[in-house]
């Protein structure tokens, strides 16, 4: 046994760490925390000073049992894991569940895999630093306290299966909010005037008049006065200017600019960077640093003087607006600027090479313009027209890159053709454009993101969780339309003759960007009710303020949840016993037929209508809302329409034919077994029976065998992975080396037989007579399944040594329960396993 071991939390930085030392180290991982609060209790006494109570999971025990054995047979032992606040916590664990003793413990970071980074921390190494534990220690107990009580009351007053978290609440009502003004906004018409000219030599100038015209009649009148007209140039200025790049990237604007220019997600990039920074190749990516160490800026001027030249330097040192920048001491960047590109696939290489220009255009020079404004008159009227254009007089660093921008409405400046005052100018037409106010643009992730870090919500770590999460709760979801059209009228003067017509455009795009579902409104607005502080924006700042002075040794941990404490948990008590349970409920009128109300909610399966109420002797009607349609805007009307379904639109072979809407949306049913669900842009109001049949035609034609293959047919289909063919009960992907829409008989057996052989590779243990199996499962784990029942083992596990009697207990953990053996459970969980409580050191 090696006389050190060197603790990381992930395999991959165990393998790039152990390349660079000697034989006198080891170097194993904790697979991240190894101790976390239960899952299935709060975990926290809230009478003594919030006390938690830390376990070690069952899928961690064995490893926390192979690291205790390792840490005994070492002389010393090394904690590497990441600078900021939840690398310390799983430092302070494995300090703790390893029963590390202080004097053969060493504490050592690094915001870079590197050799000399490495060779640096371990001669520079320090104890635990328990305010960053108590940070950490402080939001996870916060943020367990507020989902641990304000949820129960969700399942209850609003819908089973809710949930609220402290950060990820304020990001849906950020996009709810965004999502009420862009419905309550009034659109606005007006007219732009563009005009095009052209010089002598027949050089192209573009301009357009400053300011809109307010109407149809406006733009009439003004194109009519510049009939017979004569152009000039009025005005000519020149201005030299400069342009400065932007700083390094932090974990918000690598985002950001990622989605911009990428178009990766949030959680994409943060996965990508993750393994950048495992492999050694950039520097640790959770930070809101904006500063590059000496070493890093002596490596950017070697490399920038070495391609360009020594001018195109210079050395710059930034400062972050964000509060409380202290997660890591350094942006993200190359760990070498001599390397240009790095990666193991595509995407990664992509985000590499972005990390590097944006690191390497920070230390070079401004960028040197000379910008033109330009004026020109007529002689019929006294309202110039205007272009501006900009020339590039030293590159600097927009040699290397250019930052871009969220902002839809940025026009880019060109160049402009050489001009002097009085110089005459040619017009070839003026065009006087219908336009439209716009409301305020749907958040994208990135500018989420960006949102959050203004208004102090969140910190590096919480950006990319956060988004997951409420997208995997179904309160956000990414729009698909690509918009609808819309009329608008162009005027256009062209050889004094003015011309009108009617145009279309494509309007209200929200593909990719961030929509509230109906399940995400109610839990906003019952939360915004009954929570107001926690969903304060204010709040949640002032919050994460706090967690900052508790790293900073300024506050303690225990008071601060105190003061939060003594005001949320009564608020919690009196809406779980006051607050009403209908919720998001609104009612829309009254049925005409029997006088009862009309209205619409949510429901356990989702938003639908309703006519009466559960005090009715009858029982209520019911009608589930269509995929397009949201509790906040649906009509009287549109309801109505609703209870219209099913409708029978006539008969397909002897049997009826059924348009109705259920759970996953609107169907055709037929010979009370067949349903098939409808297409993007079929309406079930006005599905006729000839659409229908197609529907059903197109069913028929997929069910269809396409091959016998061992006397079994073969089918195949499209589903949410992709298309597939059927066989022997076996789902098969077809991937996209075959021609799916005409596969061969040889292309169907090679699939089946690739698909055999995939299972019998993918089988470890096969335990017949007991119906047990362990099988591969991806991302290098194994699961032990029997029937139904799955139990995914840790990575850390070696399948081969797990017997037939474990293999059954685990089975048999993993079962569900019987209500009797339920009490045994909930008894067992008042032993006590609380770990000692943290103190300040």
Avoid: C
């Avoid at 990428?262 to 640790?284: C, D, H, K, P």
């Avoid at 590096?460 to 956000?476: D, F, G, L, M």
């Amino acid at each position: 046994m090696a006389k050190n071991l060197v603790i990381v939390e992930s395999p991959a930085k165990a393998k790039t760490i152990e390349k660079f030392l000697g034989k006198d180290y080891k170097v194993a991982s904790s697979f991240g925390h190894i101790a976390d609060l239960p899952a299935k209790e709060l975990g926290v006494d809230v009478d003594d000073d919030f006390t938690p109570k830390y376990i070690v999971s069952s899928d961690k025990k064995d490893l926390v049992k192979k690291l205790k054995k390792m840490a005994a047979e070492s002389e010393m032992v090394w904690l590497a894991s990441d600078e900021d606040r939840e690398g310390e916590a799983i430092a302070w664990h494995l300090a703790e569940q390893l029963d590390l003793k202080k004097d053969k413990t060493k504490r050592i970071v690094f915001n870079a895999i590197t050799k000399s980074a490495i060779q640096k921390a371990i001669e520079n190494p320090r104890q635990i630093d328990y305010d960053l534990v108590n940070a950490q220690q402080a939001r996870r107990i916060l943020d367990r306290i507020v989902g641990y009580e304000i949820s129960p009351i969700l399942w209850r007053k609003v819908k089973g299966g809710a949930s609220a978290g402290r950060v990820q609440s304020v990001a849906v009502r950020l996009i709810v909010e965004r999502e009420n003004e862009i419905i309550n906004f009034k659109s606005d018409n007006f007219f732009r005037i563009d005009a095009d000219f052209t010089t002598k030599d027949g050089s192209l100038l573009k301009a357009k008049l400053p300011g809109n015209l307010n109407s149809l009649k406006e733009a009439q009148s003004f194109l009519e006065l510049n009939k017979g007209a004569h152009f000039e140039v009025a005005d000519l200025v020149k201005k030299p200017a400069s342009k400065s790049p932007a700083p390094p990237f932090t974990t918000s604007t690598l985002q950001q600019e990622a989605s911009r220019k990428l178009f990766f997600n949030v959680s994409r990039t943060m996965q990508l960077a993750q393994r950048l920074y495992e492999a050694g190749l950039i520097t640790y990516m959770r930070t809101d640093s904006v500063n590059l160490s000496n070493e890093a800026k002596k490596g950017a001027q070697a490399e920038i003087e070495s391609a360009y030249g020594a001018k195109f330097h210079k050395e710059r040192n930034y400062k972050g607006k964000s509060k409380g920048a202290q997660e890591a001491h350094e942006a993200i960047r190359p760990t070498d600027f001599a390397v240009h590109s790095a990666g193991l696939d595509r995407d990664q290489t992509r985000l590499y090479e972005l990390i590097w220009k944006r690191a390497i255009a920070s230390q070079m020079s401004d960028a040197k313009l000379e910008r033109t404004n330009v004026s020109i008159s007529a002689n019929t009227h006294d309202k110039n027209f205007t272009a501006s254009g900009e020339i590039v007089k030293f590159e600097g660093f927009l040699k290397v890159y250019l930052e871009s921008t969220d902002d839809e409405d940025l026009e880019q400046q060109g160049l402009l053709p050489a001009l002097s005052v009085g110089q005459d100018l040619l017009n070839i037409k003026i065009t006087a454009t219908e336009r439209f106010t716009r409301p305020p643009y749907r958040f994208t992730e990135a500018s989420l993101v960006k949102q959050l870090e203004e208004l102090g919500i969140g910190r590096p770590s919480t950006y990319a969780p956060t988004i997951t999460t409420i997208q995997n709760r179904k309160y956000i979801e990414k729009g698909t339309s690509l918009g609808e059209e819309r009329a608008y009228v162009q005027l256009s003067l062209t050889k004094d003759v003015v011309k009108e017509k009617e145009l279309t455009e494509k309007t209200g795009s929200d593909k990719g960007k961030l929509i509230p579902t109906d399940v995400g409104r109610v839990v906003n607005d019952f939360l915004v009710e009954h929570f107001s502080n926690v969903l304060d924006y204010n709040f949640t700042a002032k919050v994460e303020e706090s967690f900052d002075n508790i790293a900073e040794g300024k506050e303690e941990w225990t008071d601060m949840m105190n003061h939060f404490y003594k005001d949320f948990h009564p608020t919690v008590k009196d809406v779980a016993e006051n607050a009403e349970r209908e919720v998001g409920e609104r009612v829309l009128g009254t049925d005409p037929q029997t006088g009862k109300p009309i209205s619409v909610r949510l429901g356990r399966f989702g938003a639908m209508a309703q006519i009466g109420t559960v005090e009715d002797e009858e029982k209520p009607q019911f009608a589930s809302l269509l995929p397009s349609q949201s509790l906040n805007t649906i009509t009287l009307e549109e309801v109505m329409d609703l209870f219209k379904l099913p409708r029978t639109v006539g008969e397909y072979n002897g049997f009826p034919v059924e348009v109705n809407q259920g759970r996953f949306g609107p169907y055709v049913k037929f010979n009370e077994k067949t349903f098939v669900s409808l297409e993007e842009g079929d309406d079930p109001m006005t599905l006729t029976f000839e659409r229908a049949a197609e529907l059903i035609q197109q069913k028929e034609k997929a069910d269809a065998p396409i091959y016998m293959y061992d006397e079994q047919p073969v089918t195949k289909g499209v589903g949410r992975f992709g298309p597939f063919i059927k066989w022997a009960g076996m789902f098969i992907s077809v991937n996209k080396k075959y021609d799916f829409d005409n596969l061969s008989n040889n292309d169907i057996e090679q699939l089946i037989k690739d698909k055999i052989q995939k299972e019998k590779d993918k089988l470890i243990i096969d335990w017949e007579e007991e119906g047990i199996r362990i099988e591969k499962a991806r991302w290098g784990r194994h699961n032990i399944i029997k029937g139904k029942t799955k139990v995914e083992l840790a990575k850390t596990i070696d399948p081969l040594s797990i017997t037939l009697e474990k293999a059954i207990e685990l089975i048999a953990q993993k079962a569900p329960k019987k209500k009797a053996a339920a009490k045994k459970k909930s008894a067992a969980k008042k032993k006590p396993v609380a770990k000692k409580k943290t103190t300040k050191k």
